[in-house]
């Protein structure tokens, strides 16, 4: 395993408190998620290429931001992994660096509109930049 | 506590009156003013003796053991902390709940007469007790004192006012409270000393011990009727403080048959002629008992195992005591 | 005063090589009572031995301390040799000089020295110690098998065949357990009625079988050889002397809708009734929760149809006391709820259904006699989903830790079954892993795949909605690393098994441990698993753990052959090194009673007299056929009144004090 | 009864209707909502990372309020409601967040969990009885089938929000019952309507509002219901439009005959 | 190596209490398999951990052991179901107050092996002989007077 993605294993383990060896691969979590279709990394391979170290993959991936924390693969899963946390935390990864914002405020004002709800933006910021 | 006292004596009587007990658990003076001592009341007569004040702070609930086993009923007054012991007494059947009827008495917190002495208080005749005020009457005249100043140390982390069991009480209604001090910062303080200064404080503490057995005599909780050391064929018989470890010896197994058991009344180091401060002994292993096996205080109840008759399957291992740090 | 004698072995070169065995002999002479020593090539061979017995007759020796390999090798031969001369066995000490000595040290040096020293403890603790006596018990020859499911059945007739008379207990009015509700028996197929009803009428026709259906446990007093059990048989209303099981009553009776527990809810059942048509015994019970007679005090029809005379509604519970050398407990297993699974839909879509239900709709005596039909609409279903491990191997709290090791043998079964009945339905089982460790398991599961085309996926049900009179299935095909949307017509759970929660309470009565699931825990996992670790008290069956019906036979067999062996024996020998108690020292506290791991101490009140005074006091008494030693009651007791025979306070620490001075 | 109320961003601006309805709704049941003084923006999302302080204060400065005030903390935004609860479920838990929490914000006293924090519903469920609210009902919207849709915030996880059986849940449904509608189940009341990407990819968006409308619509709803304001507008924008999408604090002024405010109850959008 | 008051190579005394079942056999394991451990580490044979009582453990020291280790079954292992649980409480607490009195941590230790674990048998017994030559002689609970047995 490449040095940095042992490092970032480490990091990811860490703010997602996560224990990915808890896994026994039974894939609830990518068969409850209701944007299985949109992910390209589904649920349960994140959770063990996290156990895996394989990081770069993951931090391409485009699962990153189609996640709807909808923590129905944390509710269901028989063994309390959650999923959804590790995938936070690698977007924390993406995002947290300089220039990785992928959400920036110039970009806000052409996305409203008269009815969306500021909870909606405040949101999509929260976990689109840092 | 004058109001109370009154109370304790009239309940007394009308009690002694009426049958329902026969004799009387309580305190007398003794030679001085603060030297009340635990005494047996027959008669009505006789309760006029019956004092409680700021020095009664022997625990009655001891003498019980002998007392209940005699032929009817005895009342014993306890204060809010002696409930605690009476009950560990009953949980393991050393008393007669049947032959005892409990007064629970107020209590303002029990004086050190030590402290006194230090504050320059000689020749106490007696004192007026009012919450917080305090008037010592003494050969000298009088000298006014906050209660708070003289408090006993096992009073300063005082368990709190409640009776844990009791049939009537004898209580005012405002009676006097005051803040109380963590009970385990001392032995938090110690636990920050390296080694040496531990090993270099309890050996100044203990090599004072005199082995006069008043520690063992005072708990309520070292109530073997024939006590390990004093026994030849226990193979640890000790006679004498000959050497600087039969005390160590002596204090660490009392102190550990007293674990998971001991209701933290303070009696030992109050009673202590030497002033060793044993009760921080019973505090640490409170304290490690918390902290590693949830927290449990002796005699709130009757029923239930103590910490060292249960056990979970995931409690801490013993190598715990290595790793949390330290020298 | 002792007169002591030790011996010490060459065990040819393996001691002798790092040990010099002379000077050890010389040097233990000096010891306190030592009178003779001496060493030999082979302690433990004839010519050993037979130079111990002479040396115990030549000296008068009244103990002796061999030196030698380890006491877990032979100290029972020198206990006997030393028998044999007349001495008590348990004046007889080893010291380890072999394993913990000459075989780890290779200074012949350093070797001699420490030998001496162990010697030198084993003469200290000799010196205190005292002849100690085997107490005998009485063994009652009979045994009580609490549960009658297969296990309870086979350990039942197994024992009963060696001659011994057996009670079964059985709270269910009817004995066959879950083994009766199955259709058939992976992996051979063969039908769970057609090999279990004979076992069935085997145990009640053997002349050595009593039968207690309807009757639970009530309380138990004594220990291992004599148990004092109080069964409880409750009241059934009916009169199993005069009932002739014709059934009119069954038939007649106005009230229908009861649930039936055999066919787990799936069709009702009148309130007097027979759980099924092989029930044994073969009398009905009156549910009195659902009969209108017991609910309003009008009917009566059952009792006026009845040509036997056998309705009794006054009839009351009875209280049997009987006496048992040995108990066995086979409570056996139940499906875990699905209550907490609602996003499988159980308790919402009556076509999600559990595998036992599904076994029940299966069998041409359940409730749709056979036909594979939804509970809703009555059709048969045109394809089915089964799902594994709902329950099992989940750390999460509604679940249970382990693996239930038969869902996936009976999973294959059902699918298998169903693919045969209906070729037209489809089968789909979702896995996380197919479990086969068995003989001809693993063919078996092949062939549901290869001959009976059963769809086996591997991933789980993330969820099922009911849409359009549909289960919409949504899972995950991880090979595939697809998700796979089913519309289906019926899901079965296979819902994890945990023990009877009857278990608990019995668990407690007996003194029989459990682990944090509930199952009892054996004596040892490997080496002794069908005994529980309180004597006299054996395991048969899944209340132990999950097994399938081979596995649950064996080692009801297993267990029996365990009950046979204790009850062959007219008295027991009790190990003498237990626990005792010096009753002017107990102090009555109660702290021996909280630790005792086997119930072997009781407080009783006694007259004692110390130091000439006598008095009743609370004071702990040991019951040594109980006792197994373990010593936690002696270093709980603050007064030093406990102590343990054989490994007193004073013999530690004269142990102690060789070892460190 | 008293509480102490976060209403949050959206229920303050855009949405401030539904925020009056609750109000109104509240004061006919005899229940004070006091606004916290100088409440802070929740976040919107919880932070997953463990982390993450900074996004976890502003919920502990509401809570501490609540707590200085003796009260419980009602929620009416499904949003704020899981960030408020599960940054409290770690207040309580989690002793290297306390510490850390504690020694950034250098409170009065140290804040550990100690407040209760309600979403309005629980409020009604549990403070005022749905049986309560039946009598109180003066305008019972009979005839109307609605069904509830819950989306994911105030069910999961259930460990922590503990708010009603994360599968099968039945408080919106009781409380439709209880102001005399139909309530309508329906398998996806509580799958994501996917809200949160309505801003990244409206189409997914778009495709899971479609599948919870119309499984309601199949079922013979005539409305939807829900306690999210990010549900509510997602549904409406973004789902097929066949049946209309309301808030809950707006049919129980409805059903309680509370007086509309001047313009009328309109829709959020 | 260190060095004793009487200028010798300093061997720590190690008292180990073993029960019968489980650790016994372990170090009869490290025997059968001829793995090396100090000369000065004593077996005391009970039937289980929770026989040794704290007595034992302040006699030893009192008498001039330099370290006291006690190995039973590992929890859940016991052969008496729960008497290792017992001896893990007790010792857990007495330990900690050997130390809250200032004796040196490693001088005690607690060590859960199993009959087949001969090498782990031997492997602690290393170590810890090696904490307690670190720690030098132990004084702090030693009874002079005691030296010569009174028995």
């Known amino acids: ?130 | 506590m004058r109001r109370i006292r009154d109370m304790m004596r009239s309940r007394a009587g009308e009690l002694l009156r009426e049958g329902t007990v026969n004799r009387v658990l309580g305190w007398k003076n003794g030679e001085f003013y603060y030297d009340p001592n635990p005494a047996v009341f027959e008669t009505e007569e006789s309760l006029d003796g019956l004092v409680y004040n700021g020095f009664s702070a022997a625990m009655l609930s001891k003498y019980l053991i002998d007392a209940t086993k005699k032929e009817g009923r005895i009342l014993v007054f306890l204060k809010p902390c002696d409930t605690y012991s009476f009950n560990h007494l009953l949980r393991e059947h050393k008393v007669n709940r049947e032959n005892t009827y409990v007064i629970g008495v107020g209590c303002d917190g029990m004086l050190d007469i030590e402290k006194l002495r230090t504050l320059g208080v000689k020749g106490i005749k007696s004192l007026d007790e009012n919450g917080d005020d305090l008037v010592a009457h003494t050969l000298y005249g009088d000298k006014t004192l906050a209660r708070r100043d003289i408090l006993l140390e096992k009073c300063l982390s005082c368990k709190g006012s409640e009776h844990k069991v009791y049939d009537e009480l004898a209580v005012v209604d405002d009676p006097w409270q005051w803040d109380t001090l963590d009970r385990f910062a001392k032995v938090g303080e110690l636990e920050g000393m390296t080694p040496d200064e531990r090993f270099a404080f309890w050996r100044g503490e203990l090599s004072r011990c005199i082995r006069c057995n008043a520690c063992r005599n005072a708990c309520p909780v070292c109530s073997c009727l024939k006590c390990v050391f004093d026994n030849p064929r226990s193979g640890v018989q000790a006679k004498s403080n000959a050497d600087s470890f039969e005390e160590n010896m002596f204090h660490i197994i009392r102190a550990f048959h007293v674990a998971g058991r001991c209701t933290d009344c303070g009696e030992c180091s109050r009673v202590c002629p030497q002033n060793i401060p044993l009760h921080l002994l019973n505090r640490k292993f409170i304290k490690d008992i918390n902290a590693f096996y949830g927290e449990y205080q002796a005699g709130a109840d009757v029923e239930g195992k103590s910490p060292l008759t249960e056990y979970k399957t995931g409690d801490v291992e013993p190598s715990v005591v290595y790793e949390r740090g330290g020298a | 005063m002792q007169k002591i004698g030790v011996f010490i072995c060459w065990c040819g070169s393996n001691i002798a090589a790092t040990v010099d065995v002379e000077a050890v002999a010389e040097a233990v002479k000096t010891e306190p009572n030592v009178v003779f020593s001496t060493n030999y090539q082979y302690m433990c061979s004839e010519g050993g031995q037979s130079a111990i017995r002479n040396a115990i007759a030549e000296h008068g020796l009244t103990g002796i301390v061999v030196c030698a390999c380890s006491p877990r090798m032979h100290e029972a031969t020198f206990r006997k040799a030393a028998a044999v001369a007349g001495l008590n066995p348990y004046m007889v000490e080893i010291a380890n000089i072999r394993e913990q000595c000459s075989w780890i040290h290779k200074e012949k040096s350093e070797g001699t020295e420490k030998a001496i020293i162990l010697a030198r403890a084993a003469v200290a603790k000799l010196n205190r110690n005292v002849p100690l006596f085997a107490g005998e018990s009485p063994v009652i020859k009979r045994a009580l098998v609490i549960g009658g499911g297969i296990a309870g059945i086979q350990t039942a007739l197994d024992v009963a065949d060696a001659g011994y008379e057996v009670d079964i207990v059985e709270k269910t009015p009817t004995i066959g357990g879950k083994m009766a509700m199955l259709d058939k028996t992976f992996p051979t197929l063969d039908c769970a009625a057609c090999i279990l009803t004979p076992k069935m009428v085997d145990a009640s026709a053997h002349e050595k079988i009593n039968l207690y259906t309807y009757s639970e446990v009530e309380s138990v007093s004594g220990f291992v050889g004599n148990f004092t059990v109080n069964i409880r048989k409750r009241a059934r209303a009916v009169n199993s002397d005069l009932c002739t099981g014709c059934g009119v009553c069954v038939e007649k009776c106005p009230s229908k809708s009861a649930k039936s527990e055999f066919n787990q809810g799936l069709c009702n059942r009148s309130a007097i009734y027979i759980p099924f048509a092989q029930a044994i015994p073969n009398v009905p019970v009156i549910d009195r929760d659902a009969c209108i007679k017991f609910k309003t005090g009008k009917c009566g029809i059952c009792e006026k149809v009845c040509t036997a005379k056998a309705i009794d509604y006054d009839q009351e519970d009875e209280i049997i006391t009987k006496q048992y050398g040995a108990v066995v407990l086979a409570t056996g297993f139940k499906p875990i709820s699905m209550e907490r699974y609602d996003e499988f839909q159980y308790a919402q879509c009556p076509d999600v259904i559990t595998s036992l239900e599904f076994e029940r709709i299966c069998n041409a005596a359940g409730p749709t006699k056979g036909k594979v039909l939804r509970p809703s609409d009555h059709e048969p279903p045109k394809t089915v989903v089964f799902v594994q491990c709902v329950g099992s191997r989940a750390t999460v709290d509604c679940g249970k830790t382990y693996c239930s090791k038969i869902c996936c043998m009976y999973t294959a079964k059902h699918a298998m079954l169903l693919r045969e009945k209906y070729p037209d339905t489809e089968a789909y089982v979702f896995y996380i892993d197919v479990r086969t460790p068995g003989k001809s398991f693993d063919e078996f599961y092949r062939r549901a795949v290869e001959e009976y085309g059963v769809h086996y996926i591997k991933g789980m049900v993330g969820k099922v909605a009911e849409e359009d009179g549909h289960l919409i299935v949504q899972g995950s095909d991880l090979i595939a690393d697809k998700q796979v949307v089913i519309k289906a017509d019926m899901v079965v759970l296979a819902a994890a098994i945990e023990p009877d929660p009857t278990a608990r309470s019995l668990g407690t009565m007996f003194t029989a441990s459990m682990d944090t699931n509930d199952f009892f825990t054996e004596a040892h996992p490997k080496l002794r698993p069908v005994e529980s670790p309180t004597a006299g008290i054996f395991l048969s069956g899944l209340c132990q753990g999950p097994k399938d019906i081979p596995d649950t036979v064996a080692q009801a067999g297993a267990a029996a052959s365990k009950v046979i062996g204790l009850l062959s024996k007219d008295k027991l020998m009790g190990n003498p090194c237990v626990a005792g108690c010096s009753e002017p020292l107990c102090n009555g506290c109660s702290s021996c009673e909280l630790v005792c791991p086997y119930g072997a101490i009781t407080y009783e009140d006694k007259m004692v007299i110390d130091h000439g005074v006598r008095e009743t006091r609370r004071v702990a008494c040991v019951n040594e056929a109980v006792c197994q030693g373990c010593g936690a009651c002696t270093v709980t007791c603050p007064s030093g009144a406990m102590d343990l025979k054989g490994f007193t306070n004073l013999q530690i620490m004269a142990e102690v004090d060789a070892i460190c001075r | 009864m008293k509480f102490s109320y976060y209403p949050g961003c959206t229920l303050k601006t855009r949405a401030s209707e539904l925020d009056w309805a609750a109000r109104a709704a509240a004061e006919a049941l005899g229940v004070v909502m006091e606004e916290l003084p100088e409440w802070q923006c929740c976040g919107a999302v919880y932070p997953l990372a463990r982390d993450e302080l900074a996004t976890r204060l502003s919920a502990v400065r509401a809570l501490d309020s609540a707590k200085q005030s003796n009260q419980q903390l009602l929620t009416l935004c499904s949003a704020c409601h899981h960030v408020i609860k599960r940054v409290n479920n770690d207040m309580q838990t989690d002793a290297d967040m306390r510490a850390k929490v504690n020694d950034y914000l250098e409170l009065e006293s140290p804040y550990s969990g100690e407040t209760t924090v309600v979403h309005y519903l629980e409020m009604l469920r549990d403070a005022v009885g749905f049986d309560k609210i039946k009598e109180r009902v003066t305008n019972p919207l009979k005839d109307r089938k609605i069904a509830a849709y819950y989306g994911c915030m105030l069910l999961r996880p259930s460990g922590v929000m503990k708010f009603d059986n994360p599968e099968n849940p039945s408080i919106i449904e009781d409380f439709i019952s209880s102001i005399g509608a139909l309530p309508v189940r329906y398998p996806y009341r509580n799958e994501c309507c996917g809200g949160y990407v309505s801003i990244e990819a409206k189409n997914i968006s778009r495709e899971m509002s479609k599948k919870v409308m119309s499984s309601a619509a199949r079922r013979g709803a005539d409305t939807i219901v829900t306690a999210c304001p990010l549900c509510l507008y997602n549904l409406n924008e973004n789902g097929t439009g066949e049946i209309p999408v309301v808030y809950f604090t707006e049919l129980l002024a409805e059903a309680l005959g509370v007086k509309a405010r001047e313009g009328g109850l309109v829709h959020a959008c | 190596m260190p060095i004793n008051e009487k200028g010798g190579a300093f061997n720590p005394l190690i008292v180990a209490f073993c029960c019968n079942w489980r650790s016994y056999a372990g170090a009869d394991l490290a025997g059968s398999s001829r793995l090396n451990y100090p000369v000065n580490v004593k077996v005391i044979r009970v039937p289980c951990s929770c026989r040794v009582n704290p007595l034992f453990i302040l006699r030893a020291f009192q008498r001039g052991a330099d370290g006291v280790i006690m190995c039973g079954c590992h929890p859940g292992d016991c052969h008496y179901t729960s008497g290792n649980y017992f001896a893990r409480r007790r010792t857990a607490l007495l330990f900690s107050m050997l130390d809250f009195l200032g004796i040196e941590k490693g001088r005690t230790r607690v060590e859960w092996v199993s009959a087949a674990e001969g090498a782990k048998f031997a492997n602690t017994m290393n170590q810890f002989a090696e904490t307690i030559s670190a720690l030098g002689e132990c004084k702090r609970l030693e009874d002079i007077r005691c030296v010569e047995s009174e028995i």
């Not at chain 1, 609830?28 to 394989?54: L, Q």
């Not at chain 1, 995002?95 to 405020?105: A, D, F, I, K, Y």
């Open chain 1, 1 to 130: 395993m490449h040095a940095d993605e042992k490092r970032l294993t480490e990091i990811i383990i860490r703010t997602s408190g996560v224990n990915v060896r808890k896994c026994m691969k039974c894939g609830k979590c990518s068969a409850t998620c209701p944007n299985f279709a949109e992910m390209d990394i589904r649920p349960h391979r994140f959770v063990s290429m996290v156990e895996e170290g394989d990081i770069a993959a993951l931090l391409q991936s485009k699962s990153l931001w189609r996640c709807l924390s909808c923590f129905a693969c944390v509710e269901r899963c028989p063994r309390g992994v959650e999923p959804a946390h590790l995938i936070e935390a690698v977007r924390m990864e993406v995002v947290r660096p300089q220039g990785g914002n992928r959400l920036r405020p110039e970009a806000i004002p052409a996305l409203l509109d008269e009815s969306i709800p500021q909870q909606l933006i405040v949101s999509a910021f929260r976990k689109y930049s840092k």
